[in-house]
């Protein structure tokens, strides 16, 4: 097959959704679907389960499962799909922020009766803000939830989002009879629990025919066509360059639990949804049939066995092949590197491969080369941007507890904050590290693995900090940005870049700082660079 033809043939994409909404159970549903997998239950849920929130043994169970599942590749109708996962715990969002600078586009899970919940909210406008292109699947129709219309009014302002249904419920929980397929114009019918066999589907070119008064009863029949004339005046018409360019949602309804209206999903989105898409670097915007390779490092792996203290990267290929034992530029070392066994992933294995193609990802053993966000070419000096870091919500000091291991403590918190597990602030009064997490999980996660993986012990002392905020001035040398520095000492401290950051004690001190200061930004996000 020709490069560009394997470029046209991927579509590479990550489902979020609030934890419970069902984005396990979908995901493992369109496996089924690709046949990568024979029965449900086969793929291990990548997330980490309700109360488990102090075990730490489960945590590292689940670390494992993780990298298993973290690109789920499958074939469908000739389309090669690549499901990134994303670690659905809030206390692992960040990781979830980062896997989304490598997805093309997103299907967002929203439960029918929950309707639009925090972490949705959080995720979605990340993807808003970068223009990603969204699908809505509305998912345990089965169940008594929120009005079909009162959900989608709630989703357009809750999350900023223009929808268009291109699937409309008929009835719902007890009375749920199936799905008008607008898309399709067919009508889905739903007979109870259809875990693995395909639901009948009935075409339905217009909706006046009688055949759907015989199908559905009068009443359901009715109820569907009011509903939908309301949908045409009321949505817009599917347009797929709008939701290409991320201005326009179309919105899906089922139950992925009863793999009911999950082929429709599906088969929509391998005609909508984008090929590869250019990506923004820093000196000029790459375009994935460039014949030259690049790609960049969007999350790190550690390995789980402590002897081999080797990670895997995960590098997503953003133009040219990838091609194995070829000599890659490291843009920020300025040295070329060679892999001899890059993996490839597929449903549940991964595999060593001769050459992947942009949409891709490729895992590649590190020994501690790599950080998140560095960037491979075949020579060119360019640098992909726009991997994002957000202000931590917990900051404790960390210190080290055994002086005979100060060399490990701080080679083993160097290396975990590149893997992206937490990060480091440097006080400039007195050199003190303190570490931001975005929740509590991580220390334990960081204590645990700083003894395992290099032998160091440390300890940590709370630290009363709002928030960490990155600091911009105006103009490095005027009188007000030096007077804030005076002032602020105590406060003041440096990321891991080198960039200042203030680290604030409460929402009150950092509105009068700010009011104080009016030329010097206060910004609750970095991208790393
Ligand atoms: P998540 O990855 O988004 O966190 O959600 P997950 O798929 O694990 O689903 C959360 C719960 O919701 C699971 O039940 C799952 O079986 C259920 N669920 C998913 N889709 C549907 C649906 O269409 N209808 C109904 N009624 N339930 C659905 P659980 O009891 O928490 O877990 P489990 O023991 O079944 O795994």
Redesign the pocket.
């Known amino acids: 097959m020709k490069f560009i033809e394997e470029i046209q043939r991927r579509r590479t994409f990550g489902i979020i959704?609030h934890?419970?909404?069902?984005?396990?159970?979908?995901t493992e549903k369109l496996l089924l679907f690709g046949g990568a997998i024979q029965e449900a239950g086969a793929v291990k849920?990548n997330?980490i389960k309700k109360g488990a929130t102090s075990d730490f043994m489960e945590i590292e169970r689940q670390r494992g499962i993780s990298v298993a599942t973290s690109v789920l590749a499958f074939e469908y109708k000739g389309i090669k799909i690549n499901i990134l996962d994303t670690p659905?715990h809030k206390d692992f969002a960040e990781d979830t922020f980062r896997t989304l600078t490598a997805v093309d586009s997103v299907i967002v899970?929203i439960d029918v009766a929950k309707g639009v919940e925090e972490q949705t909210e959080k995720l979605v406008e990340v993807c808003r803000m970068r223009n990603i292109p969204m699908i809505v699947f509305i998912?345990?129709?089965?169940?008594e939830g929120k009005d079909a219309f009162e959900l989608l009014d709630e989703i357009e302002q809750k999350l900023g989002l223009r929808v268009t249904p291109l699937s409309f419920p008929i009835g719902m929980g007890y009375d749920f009879k199936g799905i008008y397929n607008i898309w399709e114009k067919n009508v889905n019918l739903f007979s109870g629990d259809s875990r693995k066999d395909i639901e009948d589907t009935v075409e339905i070119s217009d909706l006046d025919s009688k055949e759907l008064n015989t199908i559905l009863g009068d009443d359901s029949a009715d109820t569907l066509r009011e509903e939908i004339e309301l949908v045409s005046g009321v949505y817009p018409e599917f347009d797929k360059t709008e939701y290409l360019n991320g201005d326009l949602q179309p919105v899906f309804y089922g139950?992925?639990?009863?793999n009911f209206g999950v082929r429709e999903l599906l088969d929509c989105f391998i005609e909508i949804a984008p090929t590869p898409r250019p990506k923004q670097s820093e000196e000029r915007l790459v375009k994935p049939d460039e014949e030259k390779f690049s790609g960049f490092v969007f999350k790190i792996h550690a390995n789980m066995d402590p002897n081999h203290r080797d990670r895997l990267a995960f590098v997503k290929i953003v133009s040219g092949p990838f091609k194995r034992n070829t000599p890659y530029l490291h843009v920020r070392h300025n040295k070329k590197l060679k892999f001899s066994s890059p993996n490839a992933f597929f449903a549940e294995r991964k595999e060593i491969v001769d050459i992947s193609y942009p949409g891709d990802i490729v895992g590649l053993h590190d020994t501690g080369n790599f950080k998140i966000g560095d960037t491979l070419t075949e020579g060119e000096l360019i640098n992909y941007k726009g991997i994002p870091s957000f202000s931590p919500e917990h900051f404790r000091y960390i210190n080290n507890a055994d002086p005979m291991k100060a060399k490990q403590l701080s080679k083993g918190i160097d290396q975990l904050m590149d893997e992206g597990v937490a990060q480091l602030f440097t006080l400039e009064l007195n050199g003190r590290k303190v570490i931001g997490t975005v929740g509590a999980l991580q220390y334990e996660v960081i204590q645990y693995r700083l003894e395992h993986e290099y032998g160091a012990k440390c300890t940590y002392e709370n630290l009363n900090v709002h928030k960490a905020c990155w600091v911009e001035p105006e103009d490095e040398n005027n009188e007000e940005f030096k007077e804030f520095k005076r002032v602020k000492q105590r406060y003041l401290a440096k990321d891991k870049q080198g960039q200042l950051v203030f680290l604030s004690d409460s929402s009150f001190s950092l509105q009068m700082t700010e009011q104080k200061y009016p030329t010097v930004k206060f910004r609750f996000t970095s991208e790393i660079v």
């Open positions: 959704s934890p419970d909404a069902g984005k396990t159970t979908l849920s997330k659905g899970v998912n345990k129709l089965d169940r139950s992925a639990l009863n």
